[in-house]
């Protein structure tokens, strides 16, 4: 990595908004902690807002801004892969929102890197010949992730009728912590009111989801960092 693509990193890695230390910053960088010692001093010195010191960690001071971003020809194929994925493989609302987030990332880009008519991250993504199909996902795999994903934001209970791989049918009441992309298909992982216990139900058996005014709080054991670990074993 060249030293001025890794000051930048250090900057973003830094305006996360909590304290990093030099060892998360140079095992994240894979250099030194003399070296992140060194880049943040020279950061400091030309007048980056860096806050902290060594052994104790360094913060981004709040209200700075990146200049503009630049990428190189992997990082717009990564950007229009990932954009496309989400495209063909989330719900219509969020796949418009890549389609714009990626619309405004080619819009600042300087003209000798926009090298086609589709704009550079398209180009990079047919350069790279790495494709995303839609056709084959079927509708019940994908409508109903932006009522799922507003419940999960808002922390609202959701009812729906649920048909397990045995065909045997249920109504179920779940506190929706997350969604999980396996590759083929959705899942949504939660809390299950009938089961008292984590569940994952597949989004293209359920049926009539509905987000309920009823609020819930992700307590202790029942959160998603809970279910993260609870379905790892």
Same mark, same amino acid.
């Given at each position: 990595?060249?030293?001025?693509?890794?000051?930048?990193?250090?900057?973003?890695?830094?305006? !996360?908004? $909590?304290?990093?230390?030099?060892?998360?910053?140079?095992?994240?960088?894979?250099?030194?902690?003399?070296?992140? *010692?060194?880049?943040?001093?020279?950061?400091?010195? #030309?007048?980056?807002?860096?806050?902290?010191?060594?052994?104790?960690? *360094?913060l981004m001071?709040?209200?700075?801004?990146?200049?503009?971003?630049?990428?190189?020809?992997?990082?717009?194929?990564?950007?229009?892969?990932?954009?496309?994925? =989400?495209?063909?493989?989330?719900?219509?609302?969020?796949?418009?929102?890549?389609? !714009?987030?990626?619309?405004?990332?080619?819009? =600042?880009?300087?003209e000798?890197?926009?090298?086609?008519?589709?704009?550079?991250? #398209?180009?990079?993504?047919?350069?790279?010949?790495?494709?995303? @199909?839609?056709?084959?996902?079927p509708?019940?795999? =994908?409508? @109903?992730?932006?009522?799922?994903?507003?419940?999960?934001?808002?922390?609202?209970?959701? $009812?729906?009728? *649920?048909?397990?791989?045995?065909?045997?049918?249920?109504? $179920? %009441? =779940? &506190? @929706?912590?997350?969604?999980?992309?396996?590759?083929?298909? &959705?899942?949504?992982? +939660? &809390?299950?009111?009938?089961?008292?216990?984590?569940?994952?139900?597949?989004?293209?058996?359920?049926? %009539?989801?509905?987000?309920?005014?009823?609020?819930?709080?992700?307590? +202790? +054991?029942?959160?998603?960092?809970? *279910?993260v670990?609870?379905?790892?074993?």
């Amino acid at each position: 990595m060249r030293r001025a693509d890794r000051l930048f990193q250090i900057v973003l890695l830094l305006n !996360r908004g $909590r304290a990093v230390t030099a060892r998360e910053l140079a095992e994240a960088l894979e250099v030194s902690e003399r070296t992140i *010692y060194r880049d943040v001093a020279d950061l400091c010195s #030309s007048g980056v807002p860096v806050d902290g010191a060594a052994g104790v960690g *360094y913060l981004m001071r709040k209200g700075y801004h990146l200049p503009p971003l630049m990428f190189d020809a992997d990082e717009l194929a990564a950007l229009a892969l990932g954009s496309r994925m =989400v495209q063909g493989w989330a719900d219509p609302t969020l796949g418009r929102a890549a389609e !714009r987030a990626l619309l405004k990332i080619e819009a =600042v880009l300087p003209e000798d890197k926009k090298v086609g008519a589709g704009g550079t991250a #398209s180009s990079a993504a047919k350069n790279a010949a790495m494709i995303v @199909p839609d056709f084959h996902i079927p509708p019940a795999m =994908v409508a @109903p992730l932006g009522i799922l994903r507003g419940a999960i934001r808002d922390g609202r209970k959701l $009812r729906f009728a *649920y048909r397990r791989a045995d065909g045997e049918d249920s109504e $179920r %009441t =779940v &506190w @929706p912590l997350g969604l999980f992309f396996w590759g083929d298909t &959705w899942t949504l992982g +939660g &809390w299950c009111e009938l089961r008292k216990e984590f569940r994952s139900f597949r989004i293209d058996r359920m049926a %009539t989801p509905t987000v309920l005014d009823e609020r819930f709080e992700s307590i +202790g +054991g029942r959160s998603l960092e809970d *279910y993260v670990r609870a379905v790892s074993f």
